[in-house]
């Protein structure tokens, strides 16, 4: 069965930082572009970042957010530097359905999901 499981989320205040993980579990990734997304409140998922050999990031990110990935350990990073209120949400991995290097930003093109760990940044 496969897993992906979220961890590191937290309450911090703007201008701090916070490093989420996700762990993957059930087969491997290393081949699948793996993203992360996030839902704030009485809002659509919106894309965050995904990464295969390279990387893309939304644009309300990029310059503070870098992803990353372990696939010797299936695990997949956002660090998440001088962070805003506007970024207070639920961050969710997934991980792609086709393998290869299309780096999307549509949700539909992810077939497992995490559970989601929440963010909030206090202003």
């Known amino acids: 069965q496969v897993q992906l499981v979220e961890s590191g989320g937290g309450l911090v205040q703007a201008g701090g930082s916070l490093r989420l993980s996700c762990a993957a579990s059930?087969?491997?990734?290393?081949?699948?572009?793996m993203g992360w997304f996030r839902q704030a409140p009485g809002k659509e998922r919106e894309f965050v970042a995904v990464?295969?050999?390279?990387?893309r990031y939304a644009d309300s990110v990029r310059g503070r957010f870098a992803i990353s990935r372990d696939n010797a350990k299936n695990t997949l990073y956002l660090q998440m530097n001088s962070l805003k209120p506007e970024d207070t949400a639920i961050y969710y991995c997934?991980?792609?359905?086709?393998?290869?290097?299309?780096?999307?930003?549509?949700?539909?093109?992810?077939?497992?999901w995490g559970q989601g760990t929440q963010v909030t940044v206090s202003s």
């Open positions: 059930g087969r491997s990734f290393s081949n699948y572009p």
């Open positions: 997934a991980a792609g359905r086709l393998a290869g290097y299309r780096l999307s930003d549509q949700p539909r093109e992810y077939d497992y």
């Open positions: 990464i295969n050999l390279l990387a």
